[in-house]
């Protein structure tokens, strides 16, 4: 933790101290410790998906919960399944999904039966209509079917009190089919994980202002708060705040509950980074780490309140790489979901990028094939972590790894959002 006021050699990072903190050791750091937020809500199977289930959800009837016709057709008693076809039987009723399973079918008859339709008492099997003729109150079988045949049994899906989902999935549709089978109208989810997002930046103007000379709008919450969306998150706005610890304590007071906070900007340790500062202010503690990594070689970590805190570089890259490595794990493990740190792909450049750094490297990519052999990508832009139409015009961002000129590993920006 820092203090206010001007700098000293102690204060200020040493640009010529050894390279950092590798990635990997710091996020086991931001990780120590962390658990799935508490507390539980009752949500729609409707507008659960991709939210962590609680608990197990038993099937509270056989699934199906009765013998049904997997065919629309004609519906045969046991005793009528030794007779060689063609044979004719006279035509006894129907039954449509939906209607009541009615009376047996008595052998010698036959009734006309919809998929999804319960088989009555005595039904043994169901000729499907493209094998049968219909003559006014006679069918004629050119088939005569096995015993079962198109008939779905009770239970044969899951069986009554069997465990449909596990507690702690990630409801995906796949899941939420057997939610609604099961008929349940909510389901015990995870409550949210709140977060906070806040720019901070006496240069930043809001949107729709004029700048004044020596401003700039403000790209980082747009973009954090597309990366860090998902349906596992409540995000909260707090706005850009200006460089001045007073405010910025003000601000993280008004916050309220939050579980984590993602900031960027003042991290760098200058006269004019006071976010530290504020955060003790406002009763929190954090400390700015130097990462081997580029960008976001600065990055401040700890907790205010409740709250983890994450600051990020205020040059847009650096939020979106310190986003995608550390802020989307660090969700999804308070989310009660696997933290899963980005992997990527193998991939090769179509050249040597200029200006390496012997450090983990992450620049905007543009996708040039992906097919048989492999993927090949093109760095796009001069390596600045201030650049946008680099990042805009990307499809995902290209790991540089230390000592290798082309080889590369590929994360397509799909990949790097926290409700991917
Ligand atoms: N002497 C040194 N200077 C800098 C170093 C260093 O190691 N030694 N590191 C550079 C790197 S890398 C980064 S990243 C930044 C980190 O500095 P801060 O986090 O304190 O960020 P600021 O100074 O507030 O801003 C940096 C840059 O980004 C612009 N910015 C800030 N917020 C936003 C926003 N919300 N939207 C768009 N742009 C934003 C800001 O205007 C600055 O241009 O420090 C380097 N300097
Ligand atoms: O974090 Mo800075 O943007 O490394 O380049």
Redesign the pocket.
Known sequence: MRNDGAPTAATL?D?CAPVGLDTGTALALILEGVEAVAGEEAVSPMLAAGRALLRDLPAPAPLPPFPNAAMDGYLLAEPDLARAAPFTLPLAGQRFAGDAPGEALRPGTTIRILTGAVVPPGGAAVMYQERCERHGDAVTFHQTPLLGANIRGAGEDAGAGSTLLRGGIRLEPQHLALAGAAGAATLPLRRRVRVGLM???S??ARPGEALRPGQ?H????PMLAALLTAPFVSLQDLG?VPDRPDLLAQTLRDAGDLDLLVT?????G?EA?HLPRAIALAGGSVAVQRLALR????LLHGSLGQARVLGF????L?GFVGASLFAVPLIRALAGLPPAPPRGREARLDEVPGRRVDRREFRPAQLLEDGADGVLLRCLGPGS??RLMPLAAADGLAELLPGEPLRVRFHPFASLLAGS
């Open positions: 990072p640009p720019s901070t930046g240069e930043l700039i403000d790209s980082n919450r850009t960027t900007g003042a991290v760098a200058s980074d960008p976001g070689k600065p570089g205020g040059n847009p650096a972590s201030a």
